[in-house]
């Protein structure tokens, strides 16, 4: 059934060398109005307040970092138009090398102009007649350039494997991990890590319950395809689980929770008024599912990953006013 | 002129201890973004993640726990709608003591269920028809209560000095300290501390334009009294300055910059996006003066005090829609 694994806690270990004194080593918060809600105890893991606003900037670093030089050198692209693409800008502006993203022609302007500030170049494609993919793969092709995946990449998933290393070092055992599931690369990482630390410790993944592709996979035993989800949580809009992430997260994975949209705001806002911490709706998923079903996690000591934060204040005031 | 000063660095120092392990020791938090919009080195101390989500909880503490014991175990009493009432509720119970807080009748529930949560007794009045500081004073006299004043008092000045304290060790030198003002006592406290540390900073502070009592009363050398300012900085709705902390900032305060309630959205937007925190408008006041006067502040090491994150979810949604 699928691909051998090769993401270990050694490569793990391997990333976070690379990612010391380069990623942020983000705050683990704690609440006492959190743990009264959900009757657990919670540790946060912010990585919104991550470089880039996201745990994406681990992966992107830890595989250009991995590169051979001679490869590298001749810079790296991705296809993407949220948290991927500034991670990949940043990291290869670290590395003193070029990044092309490609991105559909009608992103933000906020996104373009972040990544772009990053130093990236970046090249627009129409998302209704033309594929990311097709052109991405083309150009890197052509231009020698290497392409680094969002999530289906050992050395991708053993960077965001970093976040649960350093969230059981500041906080201690942990009986449960609960991470938010697009691809499935961070709950990958972060379960391989946690369970070499901690080989009790149950895995919990959070997807919204219009995009469970992760979940329907599950249960099935098999990759499966979903249609594009309507759903506020854009940075979980994977249609499938990846190839390499599924094979690890098929034999790690205790439990998926499914969250809606309301869910995901009701912990926005809980994250914003009682935290102070803003966060962007796929970023708070897993604080929704914490909320969605305490009984999973009543009387226990839960690591909670808050992803992401990149949301524009207008489109947070949007969410809100519903 | 006025009071005798009897704020000392030494004074602070006390407070310090006091509120070592019980106040958080809020992060320094940097930007390299809001480094080259304000074309300054910023180092914002986040006091929106204090206890109470804001940096009143340090002189109410520091004030109790200044009461010789036969007077702070008869309980404290005070008079506020806003973070003041909170942080005497807190730093009451976390002396084993009653508060009583007296609060208008049409008070937000939010704000009134948060001070019941730390099990004060609210009283309530009616704020067209009753005087609070009659009602208040009467209740203490009565029942034998200490009033802690909002901010005309030496201990909470001293208490809210150790903001600098924390600020100047960690960020190192500064040239600048920059604070909202809004009865005072957080400037005259930081100023104190701040010019003991470092003698030759410079101590700016940040008014609404709409309320701008304190930049009056030092322009004439006398407190000046206003009418009710109409600014969505709430907690900066002092009429005049204190008499106390007048006395004090009269002799060390180099500048006022005033903002209007645009700069101060602005502001908070760019918190919000760039640093993932979340502040309320009085909070932010600092921050819009940086970027409204960047002149007095470019090429300088600047200290921001962000002073508070007490905004509901809906309300923020409300500013940002204008």
Known sequence: MGADVELTIDRVRTAADRLAGVAHRTPVVTSRALDELAGATV?????????IGAFK????????????????ERGVLAWSSGNHAQAVALAARLHGISAT??????????????????????VKYDR?????????????????????PPYDDW???????????ELIEDA??????????????LIAGCGVAARALLPDITIVGAEPAAGDDTARSLASGERVRIPVPRTIADGQ??????????????????DIVLVDDAAIVAAMTLLFERLKLVV?????????????????FAGKRVGVIISGGNIGAAQFANLIAG
């Open 101 to 122: 993203i490609v991105m559909p022609h009608d992103s933000p302007a906020i996104k373009v102009s972040a990544t772009l500030g990053y130093g990236a170049e970046i």
């Open 128 to 148: 209704f007649s033309e594929s990311r993919e097709e052109i991405g793969s083309a150009l890197a092709r052509d231009k020698g350039y290497t392409v680094v």
């Open 155 to 165: 050395d991708v998933m053993a960077g965001q494997g970093t976040v649960a290393l």
């Open 43 to 51: 540790f946060l893991k912010a990585e919104n307040l991550q470089r």
């Open 172 to 185: 201690g055992p942990l009986d449960v991990i609960l991470a938010p599931v697009g691809g499935g690369g």
């Open 280 to 296: 962007e709706p796929s970023g708070a998923s897993a604080v929704a599912a914490l909320l969605t079903r305490p009984e999973l």
């Open 57 to 72: 900037f681990r992966g992107a670093y830890n595989k250009i970092a991995s590169l051979p030089q001679s490869l590298r």
């Open 237 to 254: 809009g994977a249609t499938e689980p990846g190839e390499l992430t599924f094979a690890v997260n098929r034999r790690q994975i205790d």
